[in-house]
T-cell receptor, first 112, second 112 residues
């Protein structure tokens, strides 16, 4: 089955700096890659996703890049703010969206 | 508030017991997903339903079962509970496979 690895497990940045979280996957059949933000005591929330026919997608301060050849994808957050502090999860899913495989999570701390 | 409701919020039970977790999807969503989140295993996909039919199984133990009812709410049944089943159980819903998933607030299960 699919194996998704996520790094780093913790990330501390100064407010205003950029943060990058990286994930790799093993199954070439995966072609949908969502990113979730989970705040303390809440369920995960989708923040951005990318499909394999696209190399990059941007939404305001958040961007995701995908390299299908190397089987890795990354989340980029620019101009970080204290409210960006949370746990971020990457995930991968095959074409028919029947299963979802998650990375182990990255705890992001943005220091004011 | 995602619009997905889960009950109960907390559940404390003993080993060997059976419990039922309930999920009500957002209005109009036909797909329901169940996930288990534990400290050592991260976020694990358990099972997906679409319009009452099981669509995919992930890492769901044989002691666990689920169903989606005609009114689209779903229940996850956990039996012969073990200490290791203690975790947060999330339900998510989406209009259909491949659409954005909206997570509920979770049910925290503690097995003593």
């Amino acid at each position: 089955g699919e194996n998704v690895e996520q790094h780093p497990s913790t990330l501390s940045v100064q407010e205003g700096d950029s943060a990058v979280i990286k994930c790799t996957y093993s199954d070439s059949a995966s072609n949908y890659f969502p990113w979730y933000k989970q705040e303390l005591g809440k369920g995960p929330q989708l923040i951005i996703d990318i499909r394999s026919n696209v190399g990059e997608k941007k939404d305001q301060r958040i961007a995701v890049t995908l390299n299908k050849t190397a089987k890795h994808f990354s989340l980029h957050i620019t101009e970080t703010q204290p409210e960006d502090s949370a746990v971020y999860f990457c995930a991968a899913s095959p074409t028919n969206f029947n299963k979802f495989y998650f990375g182990s999570g990255t705890k992001l701390n943005v220091k004011p | 508030d995602s619009g997905v409701t889960q009950t109960p919020k907390h559940l404390i039970t003993a080993t060997g017991q059976r419990v039922t977790l309930r999920c009500s999807p957002r209005s109009g969503d036909l797909s329901v997903y169940w996930y288990q989140q534990s400290l050592d295993q991260g976020l694990q996909f358990l099972i997906q339903y679409y319009n009452g039919e099981e669509r995919a199984k992930g890492n769901i133990l044989e002691r666990f079962s689920a169903q989606q009812f005609p009114d689209l709410h779903s229940e996850l049944n956990l039996s012969s509970l073990e200490l290791g089943d203690s975790a947060l159980y999330f339900c998510a819903s989406s209009p259909g496979p491949g659409d954005e998933q909206f997570f509920g607030p979770g049910t925290r299960l503690t097995v003593l």
